[in-house]
C-alpha cells in the first residue's frame, strides 16, 4: 500500500515537472513573437501619427508606468514628434497606451495599443478617429498632461487610463520642452483663439469675456477671465466653457500664490458642468481655496446666460419656452411648456417625463428624466436627457433609437428593446407612452 502510494506521487511529481517544462520552453518561445507583435503594432501607431516617420531613438524610462520615451526621425534627420510608451494593470487587466507629441511637445493623439480589459470599455474614451477623445483629456502640451475624465459606467478603464497618462504628464519635462500654450490652447486645443466680446460690461471679479474659435474659425465656447487679491496679491484665472455648460477646465494666470493644493481640484473641473463649478476647501490653505471659490462664483452668474437652455438644444438658437402653468402634471408627465422661435411664433411644445426605476435589488432606484420637443404638426423635434442615473454602457444602446425619433409622429414614440438592457427600455417607453396619452387627452 505505501509502494503504491510512494509510486504515484513520484509519477505526479514527475507529471508537474514536465508540464512545468514544457510551459517554460512555450513561455520561451511565444514571448519574444510577442514582444515583436507588440513592437510592430507601436510602429504602426508611430506611422500614424507621423507619416514622414524614417527612424526612432528609443530610449527605456524608469517610471511606475512610463517605460519608453521614442524620439521619431524623419530622411533627413529631423526629430518630427515625441512619443511615450505607458502601461499598467489593475483588476481588470493590463493597458498599454502611446501619447505621441510634435517636436514641441503639443499632444497630437493618445492611441490605446493592447488593452485586456472588458472588450468595448477603452473604445469607450476613444473619439471618431480611433484616439481617446481629446475632450476628456485633460492637457494639451506633454508636460500638462493631468490625466483624463472618467465615464459612467467604465470606471476602472478610465482610473487606469488616467494614472497612465498623469505619469507621462509627470516625467515628459525631463525629455522634452513643451511650447507654452496660451489660456484659449490650453482649454481648447491646439489653434484655439480668443476675441473679447466688446458689448461685455466688466464687472469688479470678471474682467473679460471671450469668443473662443479653432484654427477653422468655427465656434468652440466662451472663456471668462476673473480676478481678485489675496494678501494684496493678485490671483487671475480663466475658465472655458461650451455653448451647453461644459467646462473646458480653468487656466491660472500667473501669480506668486500657492496654488499646488487644489492642483487635482481645478484639474478635475473640465469635463464638469458650470453649475459645478467650486472646489472644496483645503485645510491650512483656506484664503486661495476661498478666493478661487469666489472667481468662481462670480463667473457661474456671468456666464449663466451664454448657456444653451433646454428649449434651444431641442429646437434650436434663439427659441424659448414658456411653462404652461395650468398644466395638469400626471405621475410621469411633470411638465408641459409652448415653445417661440425670435419673432416669438408659436412653433411647438416640450413635454418633460421623469420614472424611478428599479434596476437590480441590490442597487438603488434609477432615476431617468427627459425632455421631449413635438412641433405644432405633432411630429417629434428632437429630446434631451435632464437627469440619466442608468448605467451608461446599457443605456447607448439606445442612442441611436432615440435619434432616429426626430422627424416622426409623436404616436411613433417608442425604442425597441435590447437584450440586457430592457430595464431602459422600459423607462425610455413608459415616459413615451405616458406622453403619448397626455397629447391624445389634450
Not at 511637445?105 to 484616439?131: M, N, Q, R
Not at 409622429?409 to 397626455?438: C, H, M, P, R, W
Request: net charge negative; proline share 2%; aromatic share 8%.
Amino acid at each position: 500500500m505505501n509502494k503504491n502510494i510512494l509510486k504515484s506521487a513520484l509519477i505526479l511529481t514527475i507529471i508537474g515537472l514536465v508540464c512545468g517544462l514544457l510551459i517554460s520552453v512555450a513561455n520561451w518561445i511565444t514571448e519574444p513573437i510577442i514582444e515583436q507583435n507588440k513592437t510592430k503594432e507601436a510602429r504602426k501607431a508611430y506611422k500614424e501619427f507621423f507619416p514622414e516617420l524614417d527612424k526612432v531613438e528609443i530610449e527605456e524610462v524608469d517610471g511606475t508606468y512610463v517605460y519608453e520615451y521614442v524620439k521619431v526621425i524623419d530622411k533627413s534627420g529631423n526629430v518630427v514628434g515625441h512619443a511615450f510608451r505607458t502601461k499598467g494593470s489593475n483588476s481588470r487587466g493590463l493597458i498599454d497606451l502611446l501619447v505621441a507629441a510634435t517636436p514641441e511637445g503639443a499632444i497630437k493623439g493618445i492611441k490605446v495599443l493592447s488593452y485586456e480589459h472588458t472588450p468595448g470599455y477603452p473604445e469607450k474614451y476613444e473619439g471618431d478617429d480611433g484616439f481617446l477623445d481629446n475632450d476628456r483629456v485633460r492637457g494639451n502640451t506633454l508636460d500638462g498632461l493631468a490625466g483624463i475624465n472618467n465615464l459612467a459606467g467604465a470606471t476602472d478603464t478610465g482610473s487606469l487610463l488616467d494614472r497612465l497618462i498623469k505619469e507621462v504628464g509627470e516625467v515628459a519635462h525631463n525629455y522634452v520642452v513643451s511650447v507654452q500654450l496660451d489660456a484659449f490652447e490650453t482649454l481648447f486645443g491646439i489653434g484655439a483663439t480668443g476675441t473679447v466680446v466688446l458689448e461685455f460690461g466688466a464687472e469688479d471679479v470678471v474682467r473679460e469675456k471671450l469668443e473662443v474659435k479653432d484654427a477653422n474659425n468655427e465656434f468652440l465656447g466662451y472663456a471668462y477671465k476673473a480676478t481678485t487679491l489675496v494678501d494684496e496679491k493678485a490671483l487671475t484665472v480663466v475658465v472655458g466653457m461650451t455653448i451647453d455648460g461644459e467646462l473646458k477646465g480653468v487656466y491660472e494666470e500667473e501669480h506668486t500664490l500657492d496654488t499646488k493644493a487644489y492642483k487635482d481640484a481645478l484639474n478635475n473641473l473640465s469635463g464638469q458642468m458650470m453649475a459645478n463649478l467650486e472646489i472644496t476647501i483645503v485645510a491650512g490653505n483656506e484664503a486661495v481655496g476661498n478666493a478661487l471659490n469666489t472667481l468662481f462664483a462670480a463667473i457661474r452668474t456671468t456666464a449663466n446666460p451664454d448657456i444653451r437652455t433646454a428649449y434651444q438644444k431641442i429646437f434650436g438658437e434663439g427659441h424659448t419656452g414658456v411653462v404652461d402653468e395650468e398644466f395638469t402634471a400626471t405621475e410621469i408627465v411633470i411638465e408641459k411648456a409652448a415653445v417661440y422661435d425670435a419673432e416669438n411664433n408659436l412653433v411647438g411644445y416640450t413635454y418633460t417625463g421623469t420614472i424611478l426605476m428599479d434596476l437590480h435589488h441590490y442597487v438603488p432606484d434609477k432615476l431617468l428624466t427627459i425632455m421631449v420637443g413635438v412641433d405644432t404638426e405633432g411630429k417629434v423635434v428632437g429630446l434631451i436627457h435632464l437627469v440619466n442615473e442608468h448605467t451608461l454602457n446599457h443605456y447607448e444602446n439606445y442612442y441611436s433609437a432615440l435619434e432616429a425619433l426626430n422627424g416622426l409622429a409623436v404616436e411613433n414614440l417608442n425604442v425597441e428593446s435590447v437584450t440586457g438592457s430592457t430595464i431602459s427600455a422600459d423607462a425610455l417607453n413608459a415616459i413615451f407612452n405616458a406622453i403619448k396619452e397626455v397629447i391624445t387627452n389634450e
